[in-house]
């Protein structure tokens, strides 16, 4: 039997078009960048696609040639030589290895470079035109993503995480490639049906309205309905046309029935508008109520500092919070700041020393703290888990201060688990109050200790309101810039 030829590529990260910081090379290479064949056996958020065609090759006959696979942390504008340097590379892997019969694409989907709003739209469309119409293209995407005209020509198959958090990042690589391979085996003629929910918010999946709804999407998907859906959340602090939440529905060739169901699921999103979000304190209210909480540890989440937006991740506005009501035996993670990482690393493990750390990125991310620390622990090249991905962290430091525990680190990154604080040796079981910086990828790995989670909202360089933030790319009516873009009557959803 001829062997069928699969290539694979990934090109991945999610940018914040408010954001102060810029993205390049270095911030690629710093988070993730496997060149060509060196993928690790474990797999990344975004290129999963690796491992998972690699334990289906033989059974499947595939004849695997891997691109280079790359991830930066979210952060600010690509720099256009970067992206372009990213892209060119990927596509002359992809050229050397024609002809190929798949091509698989790892990709988040929220990139935006200097002088392109749809990265990965530009990637998709190259790689259709370089492989011609007969190829298989099947893409995987984060659903804080926007998806635009031109993926949905390009691609095949398109399929994205349901859950935020993303747990399911690796399962929704193996729905993928099962489908390609269906359809090169002629099982299958995927059609892609999509629908424009034209609205914002932020859409958890860990607590209701959400983690129904995407049950109830899974069970169309078991009863054999259709092939495939998902839900694109979109990303808020993306400023770029197609911004918003969509839907995709990929039918066995019934293009009609596929978008009478997108149209269904987009409506029903669309109802929950303003209701999906988790209740938000200051600062203030949130110490107050955990404070008050007996059992060990509440959890407070920062939402809005999380270097998964795309933000800096240096804000000192809720530990000084801590520090002013001097509440002990507490913990932070992290803050980003590399010349503090550094200084401290020259001092030493058990030094004490006069620091200035944080709010260096932003006048929103509150002022830069000037106290005395203990260096408690270095840890080179530290990591922390989000699934069975390992996340970098860099060269970091535990330090004391005021009685509150304080990671600072080099390589930015949100919280995902409570092993950022074990790997340092802080037991986080012990702690009374654990701040963390992260919107909802935390919750699963930590609502397994938390007496109680907490989200805090902080005004600060994330655009976290839609109706304020100036968006300037964005020329569709969505909600709640719009109340009723859809022009219907509210009680025929």
Known sequence: MKLKRVFLGSIATETNTFSPLRTDLRDFKDSFFAPPGLHPLTPTLCSAIYPVARSKADEFG???????????????IVNQLTWENLRDQLLKELKDALPVDIVLLGLHGAMVSQGCLDCEGELIEAVRRTTGPKTIVGVTFDPHSHLSDKRVANADLITAFKKFPHTDFVETAQDLIHLVNNVASGKIKPVISTFDCKMIDLFPTSQEPMRSFVEELKEIERNGQVLSVSVIHGFMAGDVPDLGAKIIVITDDAKEAGDALARRIGLELFSMRGKTRPKFHTPSEAMDEAQAVIDRPVVIADVWDNPGGGVPGDSTIVLQEMLRRKINNSAL??????????????????????LRFGGKMSHAGGEPLDAKVKVRRILIEAVQSFGESVVPLGDSVWIEVGGVDVILNTIRSQVFHPNVFSNFGIDPKERSILVIKSTNHFHDAFSIIASKILYVTVDGPYPSNPSTNGY?????KVWPLEENPHAFKFDTI
Do not use: F, H, K, Y
Request: net charge negative; charged share 20%; glycine share 12%.
């Open 62 to 76: 595939w004849e695997l040639i891997e691109g280079t696979a790359t991830w930066a942390e979210p952060g600010g």
């Open 333 to 354: 993670a992290t803050i980003w700041d590399p010349i503090a990482v550094r200084t401290c690393m020259s001092a030493g493990e058990g030094a004490e020393l006069q």
């Open 472 to 476: 300037r790319n964005l020329s569709r």
